[in-house]
């Protein structure tokens, strides 16, 4: 068993360690309060070849490992997990999507610009009623021959304004339950497609998460991917990846709190002494690092497990499930160390604590994670 990175991994790593510090931290908490989208940062991003990671370079894609890709999302979302969402859906759920299941037309239109970052692109699941039960779809994509009348709501859509390409989740033939669901590709400027307000969040504000409209929106056939009734295991084959990112983007927040904290706890005076030599400090740094490692170590394995070609839709749910509590429970022990300094904007633990919760709730919440890692041991 090799615990060593590559030379490639680390130096993936660390240039987007590198990013991270010189390109997401100087107005971190501007975009947070003022819900700014990285526009800017994205743009850059996608040039350092961040958005189309494990894209195969003949689609513009880095042609990277999913190790590498958990290595960027947890230096990203050290210091912006708004950022790092556009990151992850871009591509786990998205390019990954396309990668896999899309066709050669679809990859050369569509994934190309999504690789390189010349565009973004959203999910789209969720629904005002259907969140959790992903299968229980009301957004209908009426059959018409040579395509598909698309009308209905989504929710909570991440990239929601940003992007310009949509994967959008629909049912065709409802008397088929989940076989009935079809995915379809659908572009912004498509007549009757419409975005909501965003929605105002309490943590990766940076994000922009919108409610999407289709009133009679008309999608050639050629956009649908995979065969007719594929759109529901669609989904759950990109989320068990998505999984592995968020996981990944948990990761992030949870290191990056321990990090300020174990600075903060060295430099703090108190007693006499810095804070961290008190044990009621010490014992806390102990346990988050601690933490942090079984999380890391999840992540990893997930990562590993997708890059080997082997099952990992248990490995990823364990990998998410424990990285999002890791990151609420040290996220809140980081604002603890840091007394009435964590509880104000410029010592960046508060909006890593709001930012933590989230990872409990999107791309499955950790009831669906348990639910998941059930059924796998118990089938
Ligand atoms: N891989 C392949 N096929 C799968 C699968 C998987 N991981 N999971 C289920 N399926 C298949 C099943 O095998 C079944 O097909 P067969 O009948 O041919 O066997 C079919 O799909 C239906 O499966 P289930 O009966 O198990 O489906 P279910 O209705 O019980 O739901 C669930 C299962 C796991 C709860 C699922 O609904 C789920 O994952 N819910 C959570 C949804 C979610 O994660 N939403 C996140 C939104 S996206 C987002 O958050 C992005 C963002 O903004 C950052």
């Known amino acids: 068993m090799m615990f060593e990175l590559t030379e490639e991994q680390k130096m993936v790593r660390d240039a987007a360690r590198d990013f991270a510090q010189t390109e997401l931290k100087p107005g971190v908490i501007d975009r947070d309060e003022n819900q700014l989208f990285p526009a800017e940062q994205i743009k850059k991003l996608g040039e350092l070849g961040f958005l189309g990671m494990m894209v195969d370079p003949q689609y513009n894609g880095s042609g990277l490992d999913t190790v590498s890709y958990v290595l960027v ?41 999504l690789a390189a970052g010349e565009v973004i692109g959203a999910f789209c699941l969720s629904e005002p009623e259907a969140g959790s039960d992903a299968s229980s ?182 990998a998410k499930l424990k990285a999002s509590e890791v990151a609420m429970k040290v996220t809140v022990d980081a604002v603890q160390i840091h007394g009435g300094y964590g509880y104000v904007k410029e010592y960046h633990v508060e909006r890593l604590m709001r930012d933590a919760k989230i990872t409990q709730i999107y791309e499955g919440t950790s009831e669906i994670q348990r639910l998941v890692i059930a059924r796998e041991i118990l089938k």
């Open 137 to 318: 779809q009301h957004t209908t994509a009426e059959d018409k021959g040579d395509h598909y009348l698309l009308n209905g709501t989504k929710n909570w859509i991440t990239n929601g304004s940003s992007a310009s390409v949509y994967l959008v989740i629909a049912q065709t033939h409802p008397e088929r339950g989940s076989k009935g669901i079809n995915v379809l590709i659908v572009e912004k400027d498509m007549p009757g497609f419409t975005i909501g307000p965003k929605e105002n969040k309490m943590g990766i504000r940076g994000s922009d998460t919108h409610s999407l409209h289709f009133d009679n929106v008309i999608v050639p056939k050629e956009n649908r991917i995979g065969d007719d009734g594929f759109g529901f295991k669609f989904a759950m084959k990109t989320l068990e990846g998505g999984r592995i990112g968020i996981a990944a983007q948990a990761l992030g927040i949870a290191s990056g709190a321990y990090e300020l904290a174990l600075q903060y706890a060295k430099e703090r005076i108190a007693f006499g002494k810095p804070i961290a030599s008190l044990q009621a400090i010490s014992f806390k740094l102990a346990d988050m690092a601690m933490e942090i490692e079984a999380a890391r170590l999840l992540c990893l394995k997930a990562a590993w497990l997708k890059d080997q070609g082997q099952p990992y839709t248990e490995a990823a749910s364990m």
């Open 73 to 113: 999302m947890e230096e990203l979302s050290k210091i912006d997990a708004s950022a790092s969402v556009v990151v992850s859906v871009n591509n786990s759920l998205v390019c990954y999507g396309l990668q896999t299941y899309g066709t050669a037309e679809q990859k050369e239109k569509y994934l190309k610009p």
